[in-house]
């Protein structure tokens, strides 16, 4: 697996407006044919309900590949081979000031279980968000903006 910096702790520890960055490993699972997996956040989170790449917070000294091996095994039972980073992005949520770290997935072992009661799906590559898996995070939209980009024209 890919060992993607930072750990938690270095680098910007607040945002620009002085608020705490959370860190957040996600991870973006993508099957041979393109479609990825979508996963709706459980009840008693913020935002329940919103459908989001999955993924979650860093805990102390661990790295992004770590947290995201962790947070998908714990969340889905799915034991990743192996993650490639891809993007950071910053979001700028009521509750938190996030810095996602995406990682593509290519390569696991398992079939997703909604351990934490939560539903997922997989979302077919490019075309209109499937009325299934909505509302978004709104973090969640340009990822799938980036992804449907990579298609081949």
């Keep these: 697996m890919t060992e993607t910096r930072p750990t938690r702790g270095e680098g910007a520890a607040s945002s620009a407006d002085g608020r705490p960055v959370t860190e957040v490993a996600v991870g973006v699972i993508i099957r041979p044919d393109g479609s990825f997996l979508l996963a709706q956040r ?39 081979v192996a993650s490639e980073a891809w993007r950071v992005l910053e979001h700028d949520y009521p509750h938190a000031y996030v810095r996602l770290h995406f990682c593509k997935i ?43 980009a990579e298609l081949p024209r």
């Design 42 to 80: 459980p009840a008693g989170k913020p935002y329940a309900g919103y459908w989001e790449f999955p993924g979650g917070k860093l805990e102390t000294g661990e790295t992004v590949a770590h947290a995201l091996a962790r947070e998908l095994e714990e969340e889905l039972g799915l034991d990743i």
């Design 106 to 148: 290519h390569n696991w072992r398992g079939e997703p279980v909604g351990r934490e009661g939560q539903a997922f799906r997989w979302h077919a590559p490019g075309g209109a968000i499937d009325p299934a898996v909505q509302p978004l995070l709104p973090a969640a939209l340009p990822v799938i903006e980036w992804l449907a």
